[in-house]
């Protein structure tokens, strides 16, 4: 299979795992948001902690990153770019470990979670009814009427209620814990009741496995986009290396154009050794040697040239 074909394999799958990836990062975003700052939910109760404020802060904050390094992976595949693809793996690798850490860190600081939903319940019940009305009594109100239950663990909670206590009488409840009509007896914008046709579980087993079933979704989500995030790392890396054999083959000449432009420089004791061999190869002349020693007086072995020797001035002698 040719390295094109190859590649238009890789980005329809990379592209298409990245589009279902956009969309499971929309999702975790908006969990996190409707978390963060939806206030008609019981679940902002647990938005006020600081343990469930860095779970879902660090969710939002990788919901945000994910959409944009998918559709960076998207870019890359499209545009055929191994720049974005280096990008984008080096992106998701800080994804799978950021989303590593907000697992361990949800999983390690549960129990604490629990117990602060434990303690602002017990806080809502002492203080519902009071002077101002509060988003939190509306939401407890909702637990009880849907879930048909009254208080945290028992009905008796309630006793510990800053207006009961003001009113000093024996079976008040809220009208939220009535599971018949309530007969009235403190008429506000949370009214109360007085009698014992109530519901006698408590609520926290309700509030407990809310609060499970939501650490369930988001542990799994978690663990899919780890799955895909592997899978995406894997294409990514296929479709850097058949970018890479595209070019080879649509440029095979491009390395050889290069070198002959710029050939490497050779050494300067090669040079030498170049031209030393050369003189050495040079073919020995006889003629032109045995013309030099003619010239130069020597003839047949003996200085007998007498050309070579200048005449003596006998009267000297």
Known sequence: MKADDKLQILKFFLMLVNSFFVIL??????????????????????????????????LFFIGLVVVFVSLLGCAGAYFESRCFIIFYMCFLIVIILGQLFITVVLLIRREKIEQFLRDNVDEIIRQYGGNET????????????????????????WRNNTVIESLGGTDIYPCSCFNATCPVILARTHSFGN???????????????????????????????FLIQILQFIFGIQTFKCIGLKTRELH????????????????????????NNQFDSQTYDPQMDSGYYHHSGYVDGNYDNPEFYPEQDNSQI
């Open 195 to 225: 009698g014992s046709d109530i519901y006698k579980t408590g609520c926290e087993k309700v509030l407990l496995d809310w609060l499970e079933m939501n650490i369930i979704v988001i542990f799994g989500m978690d663990v899919g986009l």
């Open 252 to 275: 095979p000449n491009n390395l050889l154009d290069d070198t002959e432009e710029n050939p490497a420089a050779q050494p300067e004791h090669q040079e030498y050794s170049m031209e």
């Open 25 to 58: 990062g929309i999702s975790i975003f908006a969990c996190s948001a409707w978390i963060l700052f939806d206030k008609d939910s019981f679940v902002s109760v647990l938005s006020s902690g600081q343990e469930v404020k860095e779970v879902v802060g660090g």
């Open 134 to 157: 509060q988003m939190f009594w509306k939401l407890l109100d909702s637990v009880q009427t849907s879930a048909q239950c009254c208080g945290r663990l028992t009905s008796n909670e």
